[in-house]
């Protein structure tokens, strides 16, 4: 804690007054005495106001305050920063009392509060001040336990908890920045949102729970066999009504004062609950299997979310902390791996399953949090979905009318595949969606989808710019048109594709150039005829899916990774396995093969449609080349990890026609330019491409060591990862959280193979 005040959380105030000395306030107090308030040259105090005069004397014992009493009026003269820790229903008394006092108080002092609820204690100030005072800040420490008082004080009760603060517009910021720093040096994590937002969301997650949970215990004590069903409580039992022991005074208030919040939360559970009950008495397992799945699924899905990405809860609050890798230099490439299931593949097989008419297994699905968005946004629409778990999915397919409308946005995490494509298979719903994602997808061009659809009849409202959310009316008639994109690119093709099962007549899209086919190979495995002529290729709306089995093969995209690995390091001698090698895919090997990589394809078979082989590659030094552009789209994601080839190989490798990775989850010229310029790779930057100029050495270090910014972006990530191979000094890569989104496990399976590859926390490396 000591090291989060010398990383800049210091509290910089003379003296705290804390309002209510219950287990909130207590453990405020005390956090702040274990990160060191009040200690060292510069004299500062904790002091506290309670009515309970026994509890003031405990928190001076207990060394937690300086000094305190029951009266608040003399305590405030000197208070810089005061913290209201009282029951939301006795706030309005102890601001009346404030008001009287401030007159003659510190002009810098600042009030803050930690209720549950923020309309209500907003109101109170208004009723009190007259106004909303640019001195206060209303916040919520999402953190609590069902003990109560100082005795129950914890230090530790913030640390790495969420603490929301509600600023509104005539709030001084100079305020807000000295109560986050009061929070942050008790090691929680500050966030911002609306009051009505706050409100909302704590009903759902914090006030209903308890609110469930006294009502359940309650029903059990008051029947006959009370004894014998306590007894006989299993661990799930005492978790959950555990909050029952919390404070019943406190959530009293809570519940009086968010009284519209719980109310509407409490009535789409009773709505929730009758469903269920309906489904019991009629015997609908299906019913029961999709909502224990769902709920199931979701609670891992945003668990996982939550501790491991930048995942915004409730689309409104990001996690700050920052997953960094760091690479050593050197190091071998051996052995032979699988590497996860094809991303691409994973979407859409839960995509046209779900459409489909009976039931899809798929097998090799990857488990990663952009294919966990898609599994989650069709559970929400209603499809029973088992697992996934060991890569296999079962999907109970609703067929081609079948989706539900969701009860709220769907969020796409970071995947640019899974919004586009939705964007097509939304279109021609009968009812209203909303798509939306985490902060970097909301930077990225949707408008290449939007508008060709809104030629076809959808109507569809995006955010400034065509960038997420998109916001899609249902109930729109699709017609079918000729398209001629503009710039390759199969999400779009794909888009279009699933819009055109619903629209009437033929879809037809014309590409610049090939791009992967994984969309039109599906939809024939599934039953639904699509033509091809040349660069054109086609379908008729109007037809139905029928389930099939599904085997997705390992994604190429992330394979490549360790094919140039494998490509820059001396002595490397690498296998992979079951990767799979469709024809739109393999611009990534073709450059390789030209660069001169000694690249072997053996066990080449077809599963499910889809071409696949296992893959071994051997060291062998590399030249420059000019890339040919009809590779380009057939390599687009695979570029970040080829510089890191070009950047070995001996001469100058040139790429152009690639403007395309510009709007990528970065812009991955501009962002692998900035990388290679810190590792001291020679390039030059054009609007569509670059030229890198290799070291061509065959031994040694090709370049230096560097420090990288990724920009959230996995596949500069990973790139840089393995650039450490032949590097000189070690590599580290900030924002890395993202790296689950494409490739769970890339850290282990670059360990097996031979690289030095550790992860930290920004927290941590301090």
């Known amino acids: 804690m000591r090291q989060a005040l010398q990383a800049g959380c210091r509290v910089d105030e003379p003296r705290i007054l804390i309002v209510g000395l219950g287990l909130i306030g207590g453990s405020l107090a005390a956090a702040l005495r274990e ?357 296999r999915v079962i999907v109970h397919g609703v067929g081609m009318r079948g989706l539900k409308a969701p009860a709220g946005p769907l969020y796409v995490g970071n995947a640019g595949t899974a919004m586009r494509l939705f964007a097509g298979l939304l279109a021609g719903q009968a009812f209203d969606t909303e798509l939306t994602g985490d902060v970097s997808l909301t930077k990225r061009p949707m408008g290449r989808v939007a508008d060709p659809l809104r030629l076809m009849g959808a109507e569809i409202d995006t955010a400034e710019g065509g960038r997420p959310p998109l916001k899609i009316k249902g109930g729109k008639a699709l017609k079918g048109i000729a398209y001629n994109m503009p710039m390759a690119s199969a999400q779009v093709k794909s888009c279009l594709l699933l819009a055109g099962l619903y629209a009437e007549g033929e879809t037809r899209v014309r590409e610049p150039a090939p791009t992967r086919d994984h969309t039109e190979r599906m939809l024939e495995g599934f039953g639904y005829r699509v033509h091809r002529d040349g660069d054109t290729c086609w379908l008729a709306g109007g037809g139905s899916l029928t389930a099939a089995p599904i085997d997705v093969p390992s994604d190429i995209s992330s394979a490549t990774f360790f094919l140039v690995a494998a490509a820059i390091t001396p002595g490397a001698d690498l296998t992979l396995e079951h990767v799979g090698i469709n024809p739109t895919r393999i611009g990534v090997i073709n450059i390789l093969k030209a660069m001169g990589a000694d690249l072997e394809l053996s066990n080449q078979a077809e599963v499910g449609g889809e071409p696949v082989a296992d893959i071994r590659v051997r060291y062998t030094p590399l030249k420059g080349i000019d890339i040919d552009e009809a590779q380009v789209p057939l390599a687009i994601d695979e570029f970040p990890a080829l510089f890191i080839a070009a950047a070995n190989a001996e001469g100058i490798t040139r790429l152009r026609g690639a403007e395309e990775l510009r709007v990528k989850e970065s812009d991955r010229l501009q962002a692998m330019a900035d990388g290679l310029a810190k590792i001291g790779v020679e390039h030059s930057l054009y609007p569509d491409g670059i030229d890198i100029q290799g070291s061509g050495k065959t031994a040694g270090a090709s370049y230096g060591g560097g420090h990288i910014d990724s920009l959230g972006d996995h596949r500069i990530a990973m790139a840089f990862a393995i650039a450490a191979l032949r590097a000189g000094d070690e590599i580290v890569i900030d924002d890395c959280a993202n790296v689950a989104t494409s490739f769970p496990g890339f850290i282990d399976l670059a360990r097996r193979v031979g690289l030095s590859l550790a992860q930290e926390t920004e927290k941590e490396a301090s």
């Open 35 to 391: 990160a060191g308030f009040g200690e060292g040259e510069r004299a500062a105090e904790i002091i506290a106001c309670d009515p309970d005069a026994e509890e003031i004397a405990r928190g001076i014992e207990m060394g937690l305050i300086d000094r305190g009493g029951t009266v608040l009026t003399p305590l405030v003269e000197g208070a810089t920063l005061i913290v209201l820790a009282v029951p939301v229903l006795a706030m309005e008394s102890v601001m009346g009392e404030l008001a009287e006092s401030l007159a003659s108080a510190d002009v810098r002092v600042v009030i803050t509060d930690v209720g549950s609820t923020k309309a209500a204690i907003r109101d109170c100030a208004h009723r009190v001040f007259g106004r909303l005072p640019a001195n206060l800040v209303l916040g919520h420490p999402i953190a609590g336990s069902e003990k109560s008082g100082v005795a129950a004080s914890n230090p530790r009760l913030y640390v790495n908890h969420k603490v929301i603060l509600t600023p509104a517009a005539e709030t001084d910021p100079a305020a807000v920045a000295r109560v986050r720093a009061l929070w942050a040096a008790c090691g929680a994590e500050v966030l911002e949102m609306g009051v009505a937002r706050h409100d909302q969301v704590l009903a759902r997650t914090s006030h209903l729970p308890h609110l469930l949970a006294f009502s359940l215990v309650d029903t059990l004590a008051r029947q006959d066999e009370r004894l014998e069903i306590f007894r006989y409580a299993a661990g799930g039992f005492r978790d959950f009504t555990r909050i029952a022991g919390s404070d019943p005074v406190m959530w009293r208030d809570i519940f009086i004062a968010n009284r519209d919040a719980v109310l509407a939360s409490l009535d789409d559970f009773e709505a929730g609950v009758a469903r269920l009950r309906q489904a019991v008495e009629s015997g609908d397992g299906d019913a029961l299997l999709a909502t224990f799945d769902r709920a199931s699924h979701a609670r891992h899905y945003f668990d996982t979310l939550l501790n491991q990405t930048s995942y915004q809860a409730e689309y409104n609050m990001q996690q700050s902390a920052n997953l960094r890798f760091r690479a050593s230099p050197g190091g071998s490439v051996t052995g032979r791996i699988r590497v996860p299931g094809d991303k691409s593949i994973s979407h859409r097989s839960i995509m046209l399953g779900a459409l489909a008419e009976g039931v899809t297994e798929v097998k090799g699905f990857l488990e990663g949090e952009d294919s966990l968005a898609t599994l989650q946004a069709f559970r929400e629409m209603g499809v029973a979905i088992e697992g996934p778990h060991q890569g």
